[in-house]
């Protein structure tokens, strides 16, 4: 065993540093505390996941709803974009067609 390791163990364990049997050593206090910690972060972590996994909708759309879907606020801002420009207030389409 080398110096510092037999220091390391004189100052961890100061009445057993001579008996200590190799075999018979377990985590102790220590290793319970560690452990119990790493338990109680996984159990958060996995708290947590559930939590946001509620929050996401699975549910597909069909494509051709997805496209109209996706077509009519467009549609609706480049008429209201329009309707904004013909009356000279500040809008899309409308403003720079004003001033061509």
């Known amino acids: 065993m080398s110096a510092t ?5 004189t ?35 996995m708290k ?3 939590r946001h996994m509620k929050k996401v909708s699975f549910d597909e759309v069909p494509e051709a709803a997805a496209m109209t879907a996706a077509a009519a606020p467009a549609t609706a801002a480049t008429a209201s974009g329009t309707a904004g420009g013909a009356k000279g207030g500040k809008g899309g389409k409308g403003d720079s ?3 061509g």
Do not use: Y
């Open 97 to 99: 067609a004003a001033k």
């Open 5 to 9: 390791a037999t220091l390391a163990a």
């Open 48 to 50: 947590s996941m559930n």
């Open 11 to 45: 100052h961890l364990v100061p009445l057993a540093a001579e008996d200590l049997d190799k075999n018979k050593v377990t985590p102790g206090v220590l290793g319970f505390i560690v452990f119990a910690l790493l338990g109680a972060a996984v159990w958060m972590l």
